[in-house]
């Protein structure tokens, strides 16, 4: 947050807040079909995270499609439990909430991905694939 430079009056804060007292009320209108600017503010937030959640599945099933199949990515996809969900939503927060949590994740990933490559390439692949078939055949 932005201090002010010693005087009062002289901060970015104080320079926000005479220029939001400049505003008509016609400037301050939350963008959306209601005149209601909460109601357009959870219709935003709720336009944001199913676009998201979207993009994300279908990058999650393009990205298994070219390996296993159109179907078979589906159901990998698809057949994830709760826990699974919620601990990437756990691990992502943690990692874009502060630059602690960020190099926490990105060591972690890094220490995943090495001890996958100390394996051999083949036991990696077959383990990978087998963890993935068992999701696509739970129902």
Do not use: C, F, W
């Not at 077959?126 to 739970?138: S, V, W």
């Amino acid at each position: 947050m932005a201090k002010s430079k010693g005087r009062t009056g002289t901060g970015i804060s104080s320079k926000v807040a005479r220029a939001t007292r400049k505003m008509t009320a016609e400037d301050r209108e939350v963008a959306g079909p209601s005149p209601n600017p909460a109601t357009n503010l959870l219709i935003h937030d709720i336009l944001l995270r199913s676009g998201g959640r979207v993009l994300r599945l279908g990058l999650e099933k393009g990205l298994l499609r070219n390996r296993y199949g159109k179907s078979t990515a589906r159901e990998i996809v698809e057949n994830r439990s709760m826990v699974q969900t919620l601990a990437s939503y756990a691990v992502a927060r943690v990692a874009t909430r502060s630059v602690p949590g960020a190099i926490v994740v990105g060591g972690g990933i890094l220490a995943k991905a090495l001890l996958d490559r100390r394996q051999s390439r083949r036991a990696a692949k077959r383990e990978g694939d087998r963890k993935l078939r068992e999701k696509a055949r739970q129902e």
